[in-house]
């Protein structure tokens, strides 16, 4: 099946060039130290986006990686478009700023108001509160008959923290933001200068909790169905050949899941990296057709670059540890805590290898253990 899907590889990836943005302010920013250059490909998964929070801080922290493009779906697309704001904003210790101010507002602790909490709660599901009625409510009715004006107001939360204007008219970094069209079950990557407010909520619309959020008149639903995160624009959108993913749903389980709440969770989890594991594939398959010559490297018109993956991936181990907390914010900042080790332990082991060789197969699906917390 994978060849069939992947012949017309040409109609899935962007062939034109990004148009001129319009001229605005120079934004301010401060001295960045050159390094490494790698794309960021950040998968979502709710609440545990709190761990790739903390895998961006010790990269931003550490500063020897310098940021070319950043693919976000889900939860995954909130964090991508915080760190851009940030690097916009102000360089890195600006980006590390606009995360942890983001993930203290949905925190129990964050203060906001009674609907926006409830709505954040079913995004962020770690937070325990009384407010998780709507998690049962929502088994019996839709998002339809419980919001029929659709009143979205983690839009209005994104929309404190997040300057979309500037994003669309950066130049500095690609950024990509999947989301999955509800009619025809495709994936949709929305590119710099198509990133609003309503595609950042399509790519993290829960179908149970959200109404499709609508985008030229097609709706869309959460972008972790279709592109969990998106790696097959990098084929061709940026020059830098490494992609660093941040996984957050556990790869492998090996204890079997008998209570409900366990079992759903891990029917997620494998719907959720179904899409990863597809999108590594095609990496791999054009890869493979660069090695033997029937596909052009380079940067220019009908060429592809041959991509080197690397992975943080949070375990099963990593998150059965955060899951014993019980407040918003704590929680929060465990998992903040686990993916700067995560990353520490990366760059300790991998440094050497960006730019030079993969650190996982994007054919068999094999992990370097060092890359496993």
Known sequence: MLPLLLVNLSHLLPRRRRPAPPPRRAPIR?????????????????????????????????????IDGISGASAGAVNAVMLDDGLIRGGPQAARTR??????????????????????????????RDGLWLSTVSRFFSPYDLNPLNINPLKELIDRFVDFEAIRNERDRELFVSATNVHTGEVRTFRRPEI?????MASACLPLLFRAVEIDGIPYWDGGYGSNPALV????????????IVQINPRERRKIPTRTREIVTRVNEINFNASLLSELRAVNFVNRL????????????????????????????????????STGYESFEMLHKLGQRAARRFLDAHFHDVGRSSTIDAGEEEVKPELVE
Do not use: Y
């Open 290 to 325: 660069i090695d033997e010559g029937k596909l052009r490297r380079g940067t220019g018109r009908g060429e592809f670059r041959r991509l080197r993956l690397h992975r943080i991936v949070m375990d099963e181990t990593t998150l059965g540890a955060a899951g014993t907390l």
């Open 233 to 244: 624009p990098f084929l061709r959108a940026t020059t830098t050949e490494d992609v660093l």
């Open 30 to 66: 401060t001295s960045i130290r050159r390094g490494k250059r790698v794309n960021l490909a950040l998968q979502g998964g709710g609440a545990q986006g709190a761990f790739t929070w903390g895998v961006l801080d010790q990269l931003l922290e550490d500063g020897r990686l310098e």
């Open 99 to 128: 995360l942890a101010e983001f993930w203290r507002a949905v925190s129990v602790d964050g203060h906001l108001p009674e609907l926006q909490r409830a709505v954040v709660e079913r995004l962020f599901p770690f937070v325990p």
């Open 196 to 200: 609003t407010e309503e595609a950042v």
